[in-house]
């Protein structure tokens, strides 16, 4: 079956595509779940910008979904599991599961998440790489996720899953407003 990965940086769309592969769902006989890491303190459920959400479990890994008969699986913030998720996408593909995983495909230096790399590794059906707007310069084509802490770029010395907890700012921004490490 299918791995479908939906990458990019925030304010990109990634939970819209999301929410739209999944909301069909519910009006079919099609075992379907829907998961996000419980590392993601911000959201009880997927939420699109637009408004639009739907509910999802909070995990810690997806020994749940190996354990099911879905035949979908959906993944929000795909970035915040550990690298076991790769073996664990992989085991419910397997056995013929189809997998959906959104998450940002960037860290705040500018590098792949270590369980995005793991999951691109798994050969995808197909990558979409979603593009937000640069918050400093507008340019339509930013690909990156950058951290501030009171104002200025963080540049090393961080996890790269960082706490929401209102310490740091988050902004989209291009290659070239970027500020790397």
């Known amino acids: ?6 990458l990019g940086p925030m304010k990109s769309g990634k939970s ?29 459920s ?22 099911s008969g879905f035949e979908i699986v959906g993944i929000d913030e795909a970035h915040m599991f550990g690298e076991s998720i ?11 599961t189809k997998v959906i995983a959104a998450g940002l495909d960037k860290d705040y230096k500018g590098e792949l998440f270590l369980p995005i790399k793991k999951l691109i590794e798994l050969g995808p059906s197909e990558v979409i790489f979603r ?3 640069c918050e400093s310069c507008k340019d339509p084509n930013a690909v ?27 902004k989209v921004a291009c290659r070239k407003c970027f500020v790397r490490g």
């Open 1 to 6: 079956m299918p791995l479908k990965l939906i």
């Open 16 to 44: 819209f595509e999301l929410i739209s592969h999944f909301a069909p769902l519910k009006y079919t006989n099609i075992p379907y779940a829907l998961y996000q890491s419980s590392r993601n303190v911000r959201d009880e």
């Open 46 to 67: 997927v939420w699109s910008r637009n408004g639009l959400q739907l509910k999802a479990r909070k995990v810690q890994d997806l020994s749940e979904a190996l354990n």
């Open 86 to 96: 790769a073996e664990e996408v992989k085991a419910l593909l397997e056995r013929g």
């Open 131 to 133: 593009r937000a707007v």
């Open 144 to 170: 990156y996720t950058q951290v501030l802490h009171k104002g200025v770029p963080i540049k090393g010395g961080l996890p790269s899953v960082l706490p929401e907890d209102g310490t740091y700012e988050y």
